[in-house]
């Protein structure tokens, strides 16, 4: 049934048709090998609390560019 629907043609403006999970699972494996994008703010927020706990991340290393 997969294979069925992976055939029908993609609608204008699309490149693909996803399988219910198949979005969810790409992000994953991405996510698993390149890690969790943080925004500077994000990274901010969780260096403050870090600092306000006596722990020092170094998550300005991590920060999406």
């Known amino acids: ?32 090998a390149s890690g969790i994008p ?4 994000t990274a901010d927020e969780l260096q403050a609390v870090g600092e306000a706990y006596g722990v020092t991340p170094r998550l300005m290393d991590l920060v999406q560019k």
Do not use: H, W
């Not at 943080?38 to 703010?41: A, G, P, Q, R, V």
């Open 38 to 41: 943080l925004t500077k703010e």
């Open 1 to 32: 049934m997969a294979a069925e629907i992976k055939q029908i043609p993609v609608a204008k403006g699309f490149d693909r048709i996803y399988l219910p999970g198949e979005i969810e699972t790409e992000r994953e494996r991405e996510r698993l």
